[in-house]
């Protein structure tokens, strides 16, 4: 099993006192870069689940939502009609270009092996912190949808609601390096962001 890498990149290690004056610069250039906003690759039975993906961009679109993430979706394109290693091959310049993979956990998800599961799998080969998101509304691990491969790796389970998703966008890749199996939020996270 692999840790999740860090959500940001940057890397203040090289700050000692002789580099003291090149704070006020790392400050003014680097900080808003560092805390930008996530890209998040969604992962999801693009033939079932594909209205719940579709609420999600919505809740990022709508800006009466405390939901934000950019889409890697929204990075290449992947058609259909291409062959299944050229597909592949976009959505893997996808999951190299995201902070985040979030998993749509439907009926049938943990069936999936073409394209799901090899997404997690990569997903894990990268360290991507992983959001599983149960489309039922369920607030734990829920074993009848969940993939093995999700169960046996660091990730937090979620229910589906824009609230949830966005607070664990910002606190699981802080924290999924410490665990290496399957997670979720215990009732009083949810109470402390209103659900």
């Given at each position: 099993?692999r840790?999740c890498?860090k959500?940001?990149?940057i890397n203040f290690n090289f700050l000692n006192?002789e580099?003291?004056k090149?704070i006020?610069i790392?400050?003014?250039h680097?900080?808003?870069?560092?805390?930008m906003?996530?890209?998040?690759?969604?992962?999801?039975?693009?033939?079932k689940?594909i209205?719940?993906?579709?609420?999600m961009?919505?809740?990022?679109?709508?800006p009466r939502?405390?939901f934000n993430f950019?889409?890697?979706h929204?990075?290449s394109?992947?058609?259909d009609?291409?062959s299944e290693?050229?597909?592949?091959r976009?959505?893997?310049?996808r999951l190299n270009?995201?902070d985040?993979l979030i998993?749509?956990?439907?009926e049938?998800?943990?069936?999936?092996f073409?394209f799901?599961?090899w997404?997690?799998?990569v997903?894990i080969?990268?360290?991507l912190?992983?959001i599983?998101?149960?489309?039922?509304?369920?607030?734990?691990?829920?074993?009848?949808?969940?993939?093995?491969?999700l169960?046996?790796?660091?990730?937090?389970?979620?229910s589906?609601?824009?609230?949830?998703?966005n607070?664990a966008i910002?606190?699981?890749p802080?924290?999924c390096?410490?665990?290496?199996?399957a997670?979720?939020?215990?009732?009083?996270?949810y109470k402390?962001?209103g659900l």
């Amino acid at each position: 099993m692999r840790s999740c890498k860090k959500l940001f990149r940057i890397n203040f290690n090289f700050l000692n006192i002789e580099n003291v004056k090149i704070i006020p610069i790392l400050v003014e250039h680097l900080l808003p870069v560092y805390f930008m906003t996530p890209t998040c690759y969604i992962c999801f039975d693009g033939d079932k689940d594909i209205h719940h993906y579709r609420l999600m961009t919505a809740w990022n679109e709508n800006p009466r939502f405390n939901f934000n993430f950019k889409n890697a979706h929204d990075l290449s394109q992947a058609r259909d009609t291409s062959s299944e290693d050229t597909i592949k091959r976009s959505l893997r310049f996808r999951l190299n270009s995201s902070d985040i993979l979030i998993v749509l956990l439907g009926e049938s998800t943990k069936n999936l092996f073409k394209f799901v599961r090899w997404e997690i799998e990569v997903a894990i080969e990268l360290g991507l912190p992983i959001i599983a998101v149960n489309l039922n509304g369920l607030r734990t691990i829920d074993s009848n949808r969940c993939p093995a491969i999700l169960r046996d790796n660091s990730s937090i389970h979620v229910s589906y609601n824009s609230a949830i998703i966005n607070f664990a966008i910002s606190d699981w890749p802080k924290q999924c390096n410490n665990y290496n199996s399957a997670r979720y939020y215990f009732e009083s996270v949810y109470k402390s962001i209103g659900l």
